[in-house]
């Protein structure tokens, strides 16, 4: 089952991630004290910035989700409105993260039979890349995820042995001038 736009897409027109030197640490100062980068001078340049990640589950829990039974309410609904809202808010919860203008918030579910794989694509014209805000959208809707199941997964001893999330990680990062 997957629900919501499909996000991820190759673009061809893109100019490919930023080719900064990947040795250098750009949020600390010679003397290693963290500070926010300077992107004031820096071109307006569209971007885009795609991340996924999969919670695991166990099936009679995912078969709740497809089926709408679980006692929480809607848990795609709801995972997909805490996304978009991480996203919206990464500047508050990452120290170094320039506050942007996030243009266009596109979630996407992907159901299988023990887990559900979250997609979230962020895009942005501005000085400074939104991959953050796309892994904070993931994490925190996997999260969300999570909580509104927790009941159906915690075990006799109330842990979580199926439940997991993994694999989260930053699928493209695009820069394109402003046309």
């Known amino acids: 089952m997957s629900e919501g736009p499909s996000v991820g897409e190759s673009d061809p027109t ?16 010679a003397d290693g004290a963290a500070r926010m980068v300077d992107v004031g ?33 809607d848990v795609l609904a709801t995972a997909r409105i805490g996304a978009i809202d991480a996203v919206k808010h990464t500047w508050e919860t990452i120290p170094m993260c320039h506050q942007i203008p996030v243009t266009n918030v596109d979630v996407a579910f ?24 796309a892994l904070q959208g993931v994490t925190t809707g996997l999260n969300v ?6 009941a159906a997964e915690k075990d006799v001893d109330g842990g979580y042995p ?18």
Do not use: Q
């Not at 893109?14 to 100062?29: C, F, P, V």
């Not at 023990?114 to 942005?124: H, I, K, M, S, Y």
């Not at 199926?162 to 046309?179: A, Y």
């Open 14 to 29: 893109s100019t490919g991630a930023d080719t900064a030197d990947s040795a250098e640490l750009t949020h600390t100062d």
């Open 145 to 150: 995820v999570w909580d509104m199941v927790k």
């Open 41 to 73: 001078s820096k071109p307006d340049t569209n971007r885009r910035a795609v991340a996924r990640g999969t919670i695991r589950l166990t099936p009679g829990t995912v078969e709740a989700i497809r089926a709408n039974e679980v006692a929480k309410g």
């Open 110 to 133: 992907e159901v299988a039979d023990d887990r559900v794989t979250l997609t979230v694509g962020v895009e942005t014209t501005g000085k400074t890349g939104c991959e953050m805000e």
């Open 162 to 179: 199926e439940t997991r999330i993994e694999d989260v990680r930053v699928l493209e990062k695009k820069k394109r001038p402003v046309e």
